[in-house]
């Protein structure tokens, strides 16, 4: 059996720092993460077995906060649950990802200049509800469908974890269904998430099964496995390393993709696995 190891495989650089700097703050006593750090259930139970506690709700926080410490997750959150964080806690770590904190500066700065924005993306991303707490929500929409905008000025910009070719083919549906006066395209899916797509199709190409491991909450993830499903029908989305089980994994070259935030230990759980497993 051949193994085909994608080379952008495992943390992205801004799931690395966060998860990161998590571990090194978990040697402090009282620490909590607001929401997910990153989307991957197997990294977010390491971190709780490392003593780090999660919340979700802004309006629930911990009795011991004033006490103790906060880390702001990789995808962001809006200004006024930072302001909350701020005022609650004793101290507030941002690992919000520096691709992601740029696509809000560019935003803030299109809107200055009076673009109306069109965010291709999923509303309910954490990503993009951040995006949409810091920016003027009423300059602004978050959409995956293509649709009639009643403003002449508009700049186009992408969640930085869409795949790259549905938001090309988006902005030029937009443009094809509008008559804007001024039209900016501005392509801000992260550069790495790009890199992972053109692997998945060469990877899905030369393979006789794909494995495509992640988060069942991962944009990124389910976006290689829609890439590799169309060119290699024997592709299987898996959360947990133990779930080649469950799959009918045959040929003698199997493909190996990741989602950004599958840690390192679940890749060397899932190649032992596979070469204890026999293949037809």
């Known amino acids: 059996m051949k193994i085909i190891l994608a080379e952008e495989i495992g943390f992205c650089y ?3 720092r966060a998860y990161e700097n998590a571990v090194l ?19 977010i139970k390491k971190l709780e077995e490392d003593g780090i506690k999660m919340f979700t709700d802004i309006d629930n926080l911990p009795e011991d906060s004033k006490e103790s410490t906060v880390i702001i997750r990789a995808h962001g959150i809006s200004f006024n649950e930072e302001k909350i964080l701020r005022e609650n806690f004793s101290e507030v770590v ?3 990802c520096p691709i992601v904190k740029n696509v809000i500066k560019i935003a803030r700065e299109l809107q200055d200049k009076g673009y109306f924005l069109v965010i291709y993306g999923d509303v309910q991303h954490p990503e993009m509800r951040g995006l949409k707490g810091n920016t003027d929500e009423k300059m602004l929409i978050i959409t995956k469908e293509p649709q009639i905008i009643f403003h002449q000025k508009v700049a186009v910009m992408s969640q930085t974890t869409v795949a790259e070719k549905k938001f090309e083919d988006f902005s030029d549906k937009l443009i094809e269904i509008n008559k804007f006066s001024d039209i900016i395209i501005k392509n801000t899916i992260c550069k790495e ?8 199709v060469k ?6 099964s794909v494995i495509v491991m992640g988060g069942k909450n991962s944009s990124n993830t389910k976006k290689l496995f829609e890439i590799s499903k169309k060119i290699n029908k024997n592709t299987f989305y898996i959360v947990s390393p133990d ?3 469950n799959f009918n ?7 190996i993709i990741t989602g950004a935030s599958t840690p390192s230990w679940d890749i060397k759980k899932l190649l032992a696995n596979l070469d204890k497993s026999n293949f037809s």
């Open 14 to 16: 801004g799931v690395k």
């Open 25 to 43: 703050y978990s040697e402090k006593n009282n620490i909590y993460i607001y929401g997910e750090l990153v989307h991957n259930s197997d990294v």
């Open 94 to 96: 941002d690992m919000t």
């Open 193 to 200: 998430t790009v890199k992972r797509e053109k692997e998945a």
């Open 203 to 208: 990877i899905a190409s030369v393979s006789d």
């Open 243 to 245: 779930e080649t089980e």
């Open 249 to 255: 994994i045959k040929g003698e070259t199997i493909g």
